[in-house]
């Protein structure tokens, strides 16, 4: 099939459906709020969003017209699940990556395996690029494209194409040590990636840490100190 562009609001939608499917499969499929807080985070997010709930509502119309989702009654609300894979023909791991890449933008296979990590544990580098590969080449068309390193960058980042073509840069840059894929460079985007794994989790504890505070002050309760 010919996959019609998204929008960045329908990638945004579709990316989240595909994350909390496996992060939280007790609350999936998503009700309408569930999803919107999703793709508003500020957490593991680029760029960050701020849909309003027609906005939503708009992307999910367009999703599911297109078969990429599926609405279902569950409760007293609406609630909405993906077709991602069946409607592709992509293996699990594929989505997931794409789902990654969909929610915080161009990635490096290092920082693809580690922010996959709560989806899907994949074995090493290797497997992430094998299954990018796959997507790049494609039959029916790629899916993700390989981009350019950008000048000092050690490795290549990968971009999806599920909202159109991707801008890269004229030029790529030299080899900074080492050759393609030698230990050096992944080495150096797995420090990357650890770094970015650093910073989402500090966010993520201070969410909680407010979450905390707000149910104490309901409860009339005061924090113990430390």
């Known amino acids: 099939m010919t996959l019609p562009i998204l929008s960045p609001a329908e990638a945004r939608v579709l990316g989240v459906l595909i994350e909390k499917q496996r992060t939280v499969p007790d609350s999936y499929p998503l009700t309408l709020n569930s999803l919107l807080a999703g793709c508003n985070q500020k957490t593991s997010r680029h760029p960050v969003m701020e849909l309003s709930e027609a906005q939503a509502q708009d992307a999910l119309d367009s999703l599911r017209r297109q078969s990429l989702i599926d609405e279902s009654s569950g409760g007293r609300a609406l ?87 991707v801008e890269v840069p004229a030029a790529s840059a030299e080899p900074v040590s080492g050759g393609a894929g030698s230990s050096t460079d992944v080495a150096a985007g797995e420090v990357a990636a650890l770094r970015a794994q650093v910073s989402r989790l500090e966010g993520e504890l201070a969410h909680l840490k407010g979450l905390v505070a707000r149910v104490y002050a309901e409860l009339g309760l005061e924090e113990s100190a430390g």
């Open 79 to 165: 609630r909405y699940g993906h077709n991602a894979d069946r409607v592709l023909r992509l293996p699990s791991q594929s989505v997931i990556l794409l789902a990654v890449l969909m929610l915080r933008g161009p990635q490096t296979a290092g920082e693809l395996r580690i922010a996959s990590d709560r989806m899907h544990n994949f074995a090493d580098i290797s497997s992430v690029e094998g299954f990018l590969d796959e997507m790049a080449e494609r039959a029916a068309g790629a899916l993700v494209v390989k981009l350019p390193r950008l000048p000092g960058a050690r490795e290549a980042r990968w971009a999806h194409l599920l909202s159109g073509e």
